[in-house]
Nanobody, 125 residues
Framework: VQLQASGGGLAQAGGSLRLSCAAS????????MGWFRQAPGQEREFVAT????????YYADSVKGRFTISRDNAKNTGSLQMNSLKPEDSAVYYC???????????????????WGQGTQVTVSS
């Protein structure tokens, strides 16, 4: 499976951006999908995750209420709608996917087998 993230760019504080993740292969619907981000000099951190069917989502506290993760299994795509952006949201954003790894949390990098290349999000104050 290959993942291609897109949609990053420059936004002003309070603005919005929508990230997309396109997946190759026919097994995407069986994978958990997540978004992570990494700011300069910091470790990559969990942002949001969505279950295979899309019926359950979970967010980092820092983005809860502002970001929305979604997926369209028929199109093999996932999205991250980011509203009310803050300068501290600036980072490279990565989409990730993979089969459920039981005993490994979906908020950790080890919970995902496949990773996209990342897309830069910059929020100006």
């Amino acid at each position: 499976v290959q993942l291609q993230a897109s949609g990053g760019g420059l936004a002003q504080a309070g603005g919005s951006l929508r990230l997309s993740c396109a997946a190759s292969g026919r097994t995407f619907s069986g994978y958990v999908m997540g978004w992570f981000r990494q700011a300069p000099g910091q470790e990559r951190e969990f942002v949001a995750t969505i279950r295979q069917s899309g019926d359950s989502t979970y967010y980092a506290d820092s983005v809860k209420g502002r970001f929305t993760i979604s997926r369209d299994n028929a199109k093999n795509t996932g999205s991250l709608q980011m509203n009310s952006l803050k300068p501290e949201d600036s980072a490279v954003y990565y989409c990730a996917a993979g089969p459920p790894v039981y005993g490994v949390g979906v908020t950790t990098e080890r919970g995902y087998r496949y990773w996209g290349q990342g897309t830069q999000v910059t929020v100006s104050s």
